[in-house]
């Protein structure tokens, strides 16, 4: 696993949080599906506000009810792992942003 | 819409939560500037801890009361787009960080 | 200060919310420790879920009681700042990831 270490890329895919995938949320699926490919990690971090491909703003006062603020599924890996999960992610998505972007890992270790 | 996949710009502001413009928070202003301006996207990112350029450390246990954690505007566009909306923000802030990363959008779909 | 605009670094540090270091969170002591080494800025997001380097899934349910959600913290400033302080972090850590991308700094201002 620490050949996880080098020149990599970080995927981040911007959903709802209220967004939905055989009846669990989205964000749940995609990062059950990254540990199932075996991409070495997964963060799911959630926006206080934001708006995003569909242009309706969302923000935590508006949303207390819906619970559709933003949330960006974060993963890090090699391009080629990355693009071998990357149909399986489209299908899930309805609407919705992925962007890629290079990051360097010098540190990967297990305790 | 779908002009934005190719390789793009992410810009991060950094700012406190407590931070007001025209008596209302920044980050919900800066975000409706964002929109306004037809920028793709935008994410307000609260932390639970930090400092930032001011050097004031915050956490969430200090600052129970005076609620102010540090938060990152996330915008992704193009450099143009993004250096049109950059005189606007500027005005805007009194203290904080601004920083740009290259960002590679391969997905902006519409539900 | 305002020397920090330009190409810059950004750090992040992958750990678990729980983890610790001298009896206190180690994401507090990462925080402080670049604080006093003079870092520009750091910012702790803490996730709703993710699994990492242990590939141990977390999520807000599932720890409601443990509280080890994922935790990341990010350091913006100068590659040789930074390598400076690395040593100290990699002996506070035990499993987790680190990560290094570029980022441009355009503004850095005091209120």
């Given at each position: 696993m620490t050949s996880l270490v080098g020149e990599k890329v970080r995927m981040r895919i911007w959903i709802g949080e209220g967004s939905r995938h055989d009846d669990r949320p989205l964000y749940e699926v995609l990062v059950e599906l990254f540990r199932q490919e075996g991409i070495a990690g997964a963060t799911v971090l959630r926006g206080i506000a934001g708006y995003g491909a569909q242009s309706i703003y969302r923000s935590r006062k508006a949303t207390r009810?819906?619970?559709?603020l933003p949330v960006i599924v974060e993963a890090v890996d090699s391009q080629e792992k990355l693009d071998r999960v990357m149909p399986r992610i489209e299908e899930m998505m309805s609407g919705g942003m992925i962007t890629l972007e290079k990051a360097t890992v010098i540190r990967y270790a297990h305790k």
């Open positions: 009810l819906s619970g559709d």
